[in-house]
């Protein structure tokens, strides 16, 4: 293996120094003028927000911060949802995937019943 100069530029998983070289590093934030902090529309979720009679404000951390978690929660129902599938041995999720990930994980168990 080649040595690797401090301050290269090289990764970890390059050098081989520590870390699970199996799980990928999630990317950097960028600051491109295309790029977006959130996949969900703000101004949707602000919508949203403002549907709910208790909320009176909502600044824009907030709502992003609402997007973001709405993000997260998504990508993680899903993949428990794949997981569910594959077992099935199938890649396309179906609703019985989703009602399985909910019953399986105790995080999801408030909602169990709402897909009926």
Not at 17 to 30: F, I, S
Request: aromatic share 4%.
């Amino acid at each position: 293996m080649a040595a690797v100069a401090p301050g290269s530029g090289a990764s970890r998983e390059e050098e081989g120094t520590g870390g699970d070289a199996a799980t990928p590093q999630p990317p950097a934030p960028t600051s491109a003028p295309g790029a977006r902090l959130s996949r969900l529309p703000l101004a949707r979720v602000k919508a949203l927000v403002k549907a709910d009679p208790d909320v009176t404000l909502a600044g824009q951390e907030a709502i992003f911060i609402l997007a973001r978690a709405a993000e997260l929660f998504v990508e993680t129902i899903a993949k428990d949802a794949y997981c569910c599938a594959q077992q099935g041995k199938r890649k396309t999720l179906q609703r019985r995937d989703l009602d399985n990930a909910i019953e399986a994980v105790d995080e999801f168990a408030f909602l169990e019943g709402t897909l009926d």
